[in-house]
């Protein structure tokens, strides 16, 4: 199946600073890729859609300036926690859709585990 | 707004138990359902069902759809304490395939 990375796998940083993820589709292209969160013991929530060329798509409640998102090619898309507070500390993960038997499955990554002291 | 419920929340089995966790869904613009078993990093995928009755089997789960009451099965037979994760159910829409996920069912099975 088509495989999606994430990049960093975690990372720990300080309140007020900014940290990027990247979410790459290893062997397919995704005009499309979806970005969630997940707090503990809770489900995944849609965060934002990020559409390859154009602005990202937000879900109600989501600050997209504080959730920048930039999908600059059909394989990358990145979201920038901008001025991290520890409430952001979340599971971040990416999704892609790839089209098999004229339907999508969604391929997810490994996900990101941020931590903000 | 999409809206996908699962039940139940949590569910303690004895190995070698059958269990079925259920999936209901009011959404518009249905593409599939989607199934999957998170333990502790990202979903790992286990179904795709799109057409109601056709049961989808792999090994010990098996899953079935039904469209007109709007809701689905997963079925776990002979649990395994390596069984023991959250299953999410998720719903796919409009022409990306959007997915919306269920609060999940947390499944622990014991020795």
């Known amino acids: 199946g088509a495989v999606v990375s994430q990049h960093p796998s975690w990372v720990i940083c300080k309140s007020g600073t900014s940290v990027k993820i990247e979410c790459r589709s290893l062997d397919f292209q995704a005009t499309t890729m979806f970005w969630y969160r997940q707090f503990p013991k809770q489900s995944l929530m849609l965060m934002a859609t990020?559409?390859?060329?154009?602005?990202?798509?937000?879900e109600q409640g989501v600050e997209k300036d504080k959730f920048l998102i930039n999908h600059a090619s059909l394989t990358l898309s990145t979201l920038t926690v901008t001025s991290a507070h520890p409430e952001d500390s979340s599971f971040y993960i990416c999704?892609?859709?790839?089209?098999?038997?004229?339907?999508?499955?969604?391929?997810f990554g490994p996900g990101t585990r941020l931590t903000v002291t | 707004e999409d809206k996908v419920v699962q039940s139940p929340l949590s569910l303690v089995v004895h190995e070698g138990d059958t269990v079925t966790l259920n999936c209901s869904y009011e959404v518009t613009n249905f593409r599939s359902l989607l199934w999957y078993k998170q333990e502790k990093k990202a979903p790992t995928f286990l179904f795709m069902l799109t057409s109601s009755g056709i049961e989808k089997k792999s090994g010990r789960l098996s899953s079935i759809l039904d469209k007109k009451e709007l809701f689905s099965i997963l079925n776990i037979t002979a649990t395994q304490t390596g069984d023991s994760a959250v299953y999410l159910c998720a719903v796919a829409t409009g022409t990306a395939s959007k997915l919306t996920f269920g609060t999940g069912t947390r499944l622990q099975v014991t020795l």
């Open positions: 990020s559409n390859e060329g154009s602005k990202a798509t937000y």
């Open positions: 999704s892609a859709p790839s089209r098999t038997s004229g339907n999508y499955e969604q391929y």
